[in-house]
């Protein structure tokens, strides 16, 4: 079963720039859908950018312009690559792998934008 696991997360100041990376297990990545998703506490978690395997990218409207999801089916991973960071992007960060029923959750990764 595919495993996902995160990292790139941290403090940042507003207008700064971080990249998020999430490896995955496994030899049926290139089959998944894989995206983004981000949770403040007490809020419900909202999708951030997803990627199908054939290279369509989607993003939540908050985010386009400022960051661009990318994957390497060779490697295994997929990145977030986050321009241009707000105090409302202040969140924690998790990678999901979607294909069908199919569903799998990073650990989550927190990112803090603040001066």
């Known amino acids: 079963q595919l495993q996902l696991v995160e990292s790139g997360g941290g403090l940042v100041q507003p207008g700064g720039s971080l990249r998020l990376s999430c490896a995955a297990s496994?030899?049926?990545?290139?089959?998944?859908?894989m995206g983004w998703y981000r949770q403040v506490a007490g809020k419900q978690r909202e999708l951030v950018a997803s990627?199908?395997?054939?290279?369509?990218?989607n993003y939540a409207d908050s985010v386009k312009g400022r960051f661009t999801i990318s994957r390497d089916n060779a490697k295994n991973t997929v990145s977030l690559q986050m321009n241009s960071l707000k105090p409302d992007d202040t969140a924690v960060y998790y990678c999901?792998?979607?294909?069908?029923?199919?569903?799998?959750w990073g650990q989550g990764t927190q990112v803090t934008v603040s001066s």
């Open positions: 999901n792998a979607r294909r069908g029923i199919i569903q799998r």
């Open positions: 496994g030899n049926t990545f290139s089959l998944y859908t």
């Open positions: 990627i199908t395997s054939g290279g369509t990218t």
